[in-house]
Nanobody, 126 residues
Framework: VQLQAFGGGLVQTGGSLRISCAASRRTFNTYVMGWFRQAPGKEREFVASIGRSGIVTYYADSVKGRFTISRDNAKSTAYLQMNSLKPEDTAVYYC????????????????????WGQGTLVTVSS
């Protein structure tokens, strides 16, 4: 599956932004979707993931209560709604996917993900 992330941009501290990840396959509903981010000079880190049916979600502690991951299987698209943004959220955000054997599967481990998009830059100004 090919993934394309888009919707990044410049936003002020406290603002909101929604980024999207469009997938190329009709079998999108069999894939677990995840969002990861990489800030300048730092390693890539997990942000959020969602199981193939949208029931199971995981969040990094740093974004819990502020970010919401969702998906629309009919549109083969995953979303990351980001609220109350902080300067430390500035990063390139990547979407990723792997085949999920059951609706209960989701993962925070980037090693499980074998499909990656190209990334979209989110900049939060102070």
């Amino acid at each position: 599956v090919q993934l394309q992330a888009f919707g990044g941009g410049l936003v002020q501290t406290g603002g909101s932004l929604r980024i999207s990840c469009a997938a190329s396959r009709r079998t999108f509903n069999t894939y677990v979707m995840g969002w990861f981010r990489q800030a300048p000079g730092k390693e890539r880190e997990f942000v959020a993931s969602i199981g193939r049916s949208g029931i199971v979600t995981y969040y990094a502690d740093s974004v819990k209560g502020r970010f919401t991951i969702s998906r629309d299987n009919a549109k083969s698209t995953a979303y990351l709604q980001m609220n109350s943004l902080k300067p430390e959220d500035t990063a390139v955000y990547y979407c990723a996917a792997f085949y999920g054997r059951s609706p209960q599967i989701s993962s925070q481990d980037m090693n499980n993900y074998d499909h990656w998009g190209q990334g979209t830059l989110v900049t939060v100004s102070s």
